[in-house]
């Protein structure tokens, strides 16, 4: 069968348990990892539990140094195994340092310290919690913890089976591994209520199942089994608990030093007053004879009255009514009335109560009448075919149905509460579970006198061993065999043939028994003596005094019988056995109780019983039946064990004593265990579990494993480095030597097994993103088309307005020149804003400009009030931005333009050239004429050029004008003075010569003739003389020549022409010879700059006609500024330009240059 962790074995790796432990990997793909990585992962499957490293490194450590002092923590280290001595020098050496727990592999053997030791604090629980077994001291934590992880990770049930002798600490041992559980398991709130029914079921059962022994002071008086059940997530989440065989008989009867159950000691002296009252109850024990026979009904070692509290509220925790607890202490105060029943003969011999009140009062506490219990505490029924008879009972035979009553009620009652129990523990969710079992029963006993209930203990203690002995020594040994792995049988004794002994059909001790309680008439429980004898007399482990040589003899009382036990020998009194086990009630008393007023009586007899004609089954088989069921519980589950040993029978601390211990050692088959495990395999599976478990540490195995198993499982195990000495491969399944090889596997398949989980988790959390992505991905398309349903449904409306708006435009269009009415008012305050909003686009910019944006009609009158504002506002705004310098210029520029404007050639190009205010300055005009002319302030002076009047020399002067007259300077010498005053007149030529003559009286003397000058600022020049001179008509601009006065009475002509170079000479005919330069002639230009303006507009106008008229306009304006560009100079042409393109675009008229653009 295959084995769980809890079964491993250990080897001499451990030599050095504490020190840090490796998987062992030179060639191997297992990874090392440290022992305090494994420690950190796993800290994490405990919820809120923390194993600090330092804390458990400190304790290996401490357990290396003490290693030799303490002795060897696993006997499979020890190095005489197979010696006893050395076996028990190692306890005791453990022992006497209070070290209880010593491992046999994972077996743990525990020596009952009988003290407090500080072992089992929370802290100690923290430190065991999810750490390997192997790497801390042993310790029942350990194996608890052990159990539950591979619970955990295997998925599968387990149990832990705690055996040894009464007193050996069995039922210590379990609640220590309960507490561990309730303690170290993740716990949720709704789970506390679980946890603490399951804690507090102990005190309770205890209570009433455990009582004061000879070998030990809280003996468990019945056999308990508890499932602890687990979800999957390792919480406790419920259990149950099946009971075994309490030995009722202690009710009425108890050996000397021993008690009745504690319950009862508890009740009478923990009870509160009123409750006793109630009851009907004293507080002195010493007053019911069921709880004195023993004489001691006080015991130092044990508080009944703090243990009366802690029963209560345990039984409130486990969901106790308070009805249920009143039936409850009713039924066990009826229990001590029963008891104190006496009986008295009366002169038939007839059995009568001599005292009612008990009877009273157990009548008041189980609800029936005085008289019927009276009676049926007196009598018998006895039933023929024709009738029932009531036949009056002698006084023995009262006691008897006295005491059988008090069984009964006891007994069913703890069934009750073991049921009752059971219901607060259940979980209703059906979900599956796994669970850890907890074995305590009653250990093998042998006291002074043993009757049918210590047989039945030692039996099902028989029982067990052989369960112990199948699971580890035979089993263990053939499974070997049957694999094909080489084996030296290790031999051990199967106690087998014991448990045959008493359980064997027909042939059995029990079958004997039966046939004895069935047979009618005439058996007593000295016949089935007889019967044994003759039926298993031979049998070499039973033995009578009969049957006894002379020696054995002694030791045996005639109504004996001796079993040799695999624990030892016992000898049991016949006495009580047929009675036992028959466990009679008569039937009137039966009917009684099932009429009972007390709930709980009511449920433990119910009628359906007396209906039943068949006989009931007798003890010894119910019990033989429920151990048959026990063991196949228990085989269908993995198992740890727990051997426990009683160091001394005094209940003393610090006592070993050899010999007992050395029984025990001997009896429990220690050493044969020891030496199966040292010789044997720590671990086993089949094939295809361990392949299913580990395929994926090797790449050949992962994720599937087409051909055999076996295979498949050599190849796993050569992958990850086995050596071979490690495992052996069996015909089914893989035998692994040393725990070590197997943790490490385990430890690199968690390592695996994260990564793998870590990659699926990866898997799905990007399946589920995707999913998302999708939903997303799918709700923005929605959104999006919901979007654009609004958008368009907005565009619509847009639209919608847009054709009402163009609609109400078109009418307000054909309305336009309609009055104003509703049609056409929107229309035309559109216009009316539009052309403003345009006007302001194009208001003229300076004051020449005279365009104005063509207005509508509806816009007429108002378009000409705003462009007679506009222009007024320029001007006003030109005007004041005129300096009085500018204003002086502008005057002259008047003047100017009054005198040579259409007449002489080259005005036009002077216009925009300022005048400047002197071409001379002061420096220029020498010292002495300054000097001579300095009363006059000379307003203006320029070089000229001075053609004598005869010759027509030219020579070179200066001409200032002072504010009087006009001097013609040569050098320091005023040449020639001419008066204003006197001034006749100036000539100057049309053409762009800059000759002019200064006309002046000959009659003066002084005067010679009208003087010729040149000049290179002729319009300057002329315009200062006649302006200062103040001679301005008197200026003329001739044409072809001119005539000058050379001296009185004498004239000189000047001629003017155009040539190719500015000439002045005198011509043959006596006449000065003026050439003007050709230059760019007023007429040429004018042609020139009109073609290219022509072709600008005729583009123009293409582009009004086209419509694109803002654009066009724009362009317009631009070429208006190239236009002007090109004529700067020709403003009369600007001036016509403007004008016509003024024309062209307000469509007042067709273009002056219509003429050319049809020639174009
Ligand atoms: N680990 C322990 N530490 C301290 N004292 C212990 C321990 N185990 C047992 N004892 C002591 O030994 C007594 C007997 O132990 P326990 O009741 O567990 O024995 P048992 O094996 O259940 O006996 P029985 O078969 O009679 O029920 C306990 O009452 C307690 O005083
Ligand atoms: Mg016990």
Same mark, same amino acid.
């Given at each position: ?25 030179? *060639? ?12 950190? @992962? ?133 609640? @220590? ?5 309730? %303690? ?27 009582? &004061? ?35 009722? *008989? ?83 105060? *009826? ?53 029932? %008879? ?155 005094? @009969? ?113 007992? %211990? ?224 500018? &204003? ?86 005023? @040449? ?59 200026? &003329? ?124």
């Amino acid at each position: 069968m295959s084995r769980s962790r809890a079964e491993l074995g250990r080897s001499e790796y451990r030599t050095a348990i504490g020190l840090v432990f490796y998987i062992r990997k030179v *060639s191997s793909p297992l990874s090392i990892q440290p022992v305090s990585t494994r420690l950190t @992962k796993e800290r994490h499957i405990y919820k809120g539990s923390e194993v600090r490293l330092s804390r458990i490194q400190l304790n290996m450590e401490g357990a290396l140094t003490a290693r030799d002092r303490v002795g060897i923590q696993d006997f499979v280290l020890l190095d005489s195994y197979t010696s006893e001595s050395a076996f028990l020098d190692n306890l005791r050496k453990r022992f006497r340092e209070n070290l209880i727990y010593t491992y046999i592999g994972t077996l743990l053997v525990s020596v009952n310290p009988y003290k407090d030791l500080e072992i089992y604090t929370p802290k100690q629980m923290e430190i065991y919690m999810g750490v390997n077994f192997f790497e801390l001291p042993p310790h029942l934590y350990a194996l608890a913890d052990n159990a539950y992880r591979t619970m955990l990770t295997e998925y599968n049930n387990h149990f832990i089976l705690i055996s040894g002798e009464s007193g050996a600490g069995k039922t210590e041992a379990s609640k @220590k591994i309960l507490q561990y559980y309730a %303690v170290t398991c993740p716990c949720t709130e709704q789970l506390q209520t679980v946890r603490d029914r399951l804690l507090l079921s102990n005190p309770v059962l205890e209570a009433f199942g455990n009582a &004061k022994t000879l070998r030990n002071d809280n003996s468990s008086r019945f056999g308990k089994y508890m499932d602890i059940q687990f979800d999957f997530k390792g919480a406790a989440v419920g259990g149950h608990i099946l009971s075994y065989l309490l030995e009722k *008989s202690r009710v009425v009867h108890q050996n000397h030093g021993e008690r009745n159950f504690h319950i009862f000691y508890q009740l009478v002296e923990g009870g509160e007053e009123e409750l006793l009252r109630w009851l009907g109850l004293e507080r002195n024990c010493q007053h019911y004879s069921y709880l004195v026979q023993g004489e001691c009904a006080k015991v130092s070692s044990i508080n009944d009255k703090s243990n009366w509290r802690t029963v209560r509220k345990a039984l409130s925790v486990i969901d106790f009514n308070e009805n249920d607890i009143e039936h409850l202490f009713g039924i066990i105060a *009826s229990v001590l009335h029963l008891g104190n029943i006496q009986y008295d003969a009366d002169n038939k011999g007839s059995a009568v109560i001599g005292n009612n009140a008990e009877v009273r009062w157990i009548s008041k506490l189980l609800g029936v009448s005085v008289l019927v219990l009276q009676e049926a505490l007196t009598h018998r029924k006895i039933e023929t075919r024709a009738e029932e %008879v009531l036949s009056p009972l002698n006084v023995d035979q009262a006691y008897y149905a006295r005491d059988a009553l008090a069984k009964a009620i006891y007994g069913r009652t703890f069934t009750w509460l073991v049921n009752k129990i059971n219901e607060s523990l259940a979980n209703q969710d059906p979900s599956r579970k796994t669970v850890i079992g907890l074995l305590d029963i009653y250990g093998f006993e042998v006291f002074y006198i043993n009757s049918f209930e210590q047989f039945c203990i030692n039996y099902c203690n028989e029982k067990l061993q052989q369960l112990f002995i199948q699971l580890t020594l035979k089993s263990e040994q053939e499974e070997y065999e049957l694999e094909g792995i080489e084996w030296e049988p290790v031999q051990y004794f199967n106690n087998k043939i014991i448990c045959d002994l008493v359980e064997e059909k027909y042939r059995g001790i029990i079958s004997v028994l039966d046939e004895e309680c069935l047979r009618l008439g005439g058996a007593t429980d000295l016949t089935f003596l007889e019967k044994l004898e003759e039926t298993v007399g031979n049998h070499p482990h039973f033995v009578t005094h @009969k049957l006894a040589n002379q020696k054995t003899r002694k030791t045996l009382e005639r109504g004996d019988f001796r079993l040799l036990h695999y624990a030892g020998e016992v000898t049991y009194c016949v006495i009580g056995f047929l009675d036992k086990n028959n466990d009679l009630l008569y039937r009137n008393i039966k009917e009684v109780m099932c009429k009972s007023r007390n709930l709980i009586v009511k449920q433990c007899f119910m009628p359906s019983e007396l209906d039943s004609r068949k006989r009931p089954e007798t003890v010894a088989t119910q019990f033989k039946s429920s151990l048959v069921g026990l063991i196949k519980i228990l085989t269908a589950k993995e198992p740890s064990y727990v051997r426990c040993l009683k160091p001394n029978d005094g209940k003393q601390a610090g006592r070993f004593d050899d010999v007992l %211990v050395r029984h025990q050692v001997k009896y429990l088959g220690l050493m044969e265990h020891l030496r199966v495990r040292r010789a044997g395999f720590a671990y086993r599976r089949r094939y295809e579990i361990f392949l299913q478990r580990y395929k994926s540490l090797c790449p050949d195995t992962w994720p599937h494993w087409r051909g055999p198993p076996a295979e498949g499982v050599e190849r796993l195990v050569k992958y990850i480095g086995y050596k071979p000495d490690e495992y052996k491969l069996g015909r089914t399944k893989i035998f692994i030597r040393y725990p070590r090889t197997l943790f490490a596997t385990e430890d690199a398949f968690q390592i695996c097994k994260n990564e793998l989980a870590t990659k699926i988790q990866a898997k799905y959390k990007g399946y589920r993103v995707k999913g998302e992505y999708h939903k997303q991905k799918q709700a923005a398309i929605k959104i999006e088309a919901c979007f654009r349903g609004v958008l368009a449904r907005r565009n619509r409306k847009k639209r919608e307005w847009a054709v009402c708006t163009i609609k109400k435009f078109i009418k307000g269009f054909m309305y336009r020149n309609q009055p104003l009415c509703d049609e056409n008012a929107k229309y035309l305050n559109f216009v009316r804003y539009n052309y403003l909003m345009r006007l302001r686009e194009y208001l003229p910019k300076h004051v020449l400009d005279k365009t104005w944006l063509k207005p509508p009609a509806v816009m007429e009158t108002t378009s000409e009030m705003l462009h007679k504002i506009c222009y007024r506002t320029m001007v006003r705004r030109y005007v004041r931005g005129v300096s009085t310098q500018r &204003k002086a210029q502008l005057q002259l520029k008047v003047v100017t333009s009054a005198i040579f404007k259409g007449k002489k050639e080259g005005y036009p190009q002077t216009v925009p050239k300022p005048f400047t205010d002197t071409r001379l300055s002061e420096q220029e005009i020498n010292m002495k004429v300054l000097q001579m002319i300095r009363n006059e302030r000379i307003k203006y002076g320029t070089p000229v050029v001075k053609y004598d009047r005869n010759g027509y020399k030219p020579r070179p002067r200066q001409l200032v004008l002072t504010q009087g007259a006009a001097y013609m300077v040569e050098e320091a010498k005023i @040449k020639q003075r001419v008066e204003y005053a006197t001034l006749k007149g100036v000539s100057v030529s049309s053409l762009s010569d800059g000759v002019f003559v200064i006309h002046v009286p000959c009659e003066e003397n002084k005067q010679k003739g009208d003087v010729i000058l040149q000049c290179d600022h002729v319009f300057e020049t002329v315009t200062k003389l006649c302006v200062l001179a103040n001679k301005q008509n008197s200026v &003329k601009v001739v044409q072809g020549s001119m005539k000058f006065t050379i001296q009185p009475g004498k004239e000189g002509i000047i001629d003017f022409s155009t040539g190719q170079e500015p000439m002045v000479y005198k011509a043959k005919n006596g006449h000065l010879m003026v050439v003007a330069p050709r230059t760019k002639s007023t007429e040429q230009s004018s042609k020139l700059s009109l073609s290219v303006c022509t072709e600008l507009l005729r583009k123009s106008q293409e582009a009004l006609a086209s419509g694109r008229t803002l654009r066009e306009e724009f362009r317009l304006s631009q070429l208006e500024a190239l236009v002007r560009m090109l004529v700067e100079n020709e403003d009369e042409f600007v001036d016509v330009l403007h004008k016509d393109l003024h024309k062209v675009r307000t469509g007042e008229g067709t273009s002056l240059f219509d003429s050319h653009l049809s020639t174009a």
